[in-house]
């Protein structure tokens, strides 16, 4: 299984600031997934980080509020924009396309004051 | 969308005790993976299992894919094995994952 690091692990932001996530993967991998938890709730993807090209956003989410790089297979970053306390959350990324399925890093616990 | 529905949605356990946690899903999927949420909000890969049963120490699974649910089954619970337990599920074999509504377990001493 891959080995998913995440960075920070934790953080509080000021509303009105960005804040961008980053995922190391220790191999290459062609899916990589953004997932938000809000607190108390379940998981909702957000994005697949797409290598080469512009992500791919769900419903409800938009580039200009979660910009996402993929530069290699083995890495990419998420950004939450402008920040209000609605964006307090744990951020998620994912890889997948094995036969074991997908893999988690281990959260980014944001907080917004 | 698909749906995928947990139950129960809460359960409290002595240590010791089995039980069985339930996700129903309301169209056909080509992944289905169980995992255990941590306190500390990490996410563990406990199966990946989108048809049959599997094992593993004193967790198995088991998903009947025509029957659209899957099974989770813990015995001799143990205080570790508190946490949330979520499934999710892959209808296009994209790995897009939508997850299940979740089931918090704790287990008392």
């Known amino acids: 299984s891959a080995v998913i690091s995440q960075k920070p692990s934790r953080d509080i932001c000021q509303r009105g600031t960005s804040l961008t996530i980053q995922c190391q993967v220790d191999s290459q991998v062609t899916m990589m997934f953004w997932y938000r938890q809000q607190p108390g709730q379940s998981l909702t993807l957000i994005a697949t980080?797409?290598?080469?090209?512009?992500?791919?956003?769900e419903s409800g989410f938009v580039i200009d509020k979660f910009p996402i790089s993929r530069p290699n297979l083995t890495f990419s970053t998420l950004t939450v924009s402008n920040m209000s306390p609605e964006d307090s959350s744990i951020y998620l990324c994912?890889?997948?396309?094995?036969?074991?399925?997908?893999?988690f890093g281990q959260g980014t616990r944001l907080t917004v004051v | 969308g698909i749906q995928v529905e947990q139950s129960p949605p809460d359960l409290i356990l002595q240590e010791g005790a089995n039980s069985t946690l339930r996700c129903n899903f309301s169209?056909?999927?080509?992944?289905l993976q169980w995992f255990h949420q941590n306190p500390w909000g990490q996410l563990i890969n406990l199966f990946y299992i989108p048809s049959g049963t599997k094992q593993n120490g004193r967790l198995s699974a088991t998903t009947v894919a025509t029957e659209r649910y899957s099974l989770l089954y813990i015995s001799s619970s143990q205080t570790t094995d508190s946490g949330v337990y979520f499934c999710a599920v892959d209808r296009l074999g994209t790995y897009k994952y939508i997850f299940g509504t979740g089931t918090r377990l704790k287990v008392l001493a």
């Open positions: 980080a797409n290598q080469g090209s512009e992500a791919t956003y």
């Open positions: 994912s890889v997948s396309g094995t036969a074991s399925g997908a893999f």
């Open positions: 169209d056909s999927v080509n992944n």
